[in-house]
């Protein structure tokens, strides 16, 4: 038979405290803001929603200008692959030509280069 085992007492579990209800003490807040007047809180907001608003179009133009620049900048990536000569793609075609000298001339002006007697390129 087994043996009644004893009771074994649960570890005790440390509940936090719940946080507390807010207050209304205003505390947390900076002095110079609570010695503002109800109109002029109003009034900061305000100008702290236009700078927002400010920085927002700022932050979209500027994203607009970056994803202009990435657009041009692969379509220079293509231009240069394009560009790009391999040098096993790069031949020259050359065809010598036997060139004989004309004696049609009476010497008044001679070209040098119509002198030259043999193969041509």
Do not use: W
């Not at 803001?33 to 927002?52: D, F, K, P, V, Y």
């Not at 900048?73 to 391999?86: A, S, V, W």
């Amino acid at each position: 038979m087994s043996e009644p085992s004893a009771p074994t007492a649960l570890p005790q579990q440390d509940h936090p405290q719940q946080p507390s209800a807010p207050t209304d003490d205003f505390t947390d807040l900076d002095p110079e803001i609570l010695a503002l007047t109800n109109s002029q809180i109003r009034e900061r907001m305000r100008l702290i929603e236009g700078e927002t608003r400010l920085f927002r179009s700022e932050y979209n133009r500027l994203m607009e200008e970056k994803t202009e620049m990435l657009e041009k900048i692969q379509d220079t990536k293509k231009k240069i692959d394009l560009n790009t000569t391999h040098p096993h793609l790069v031949s020259n075609v050359v065809e010598i030509l036997e060139v004989e000298p004309e004696e049609d001339g009476d010497g008044a002006a001679i070209d040098k280069e119509d002198q030259i007697k043999g193969k041509c390129a």
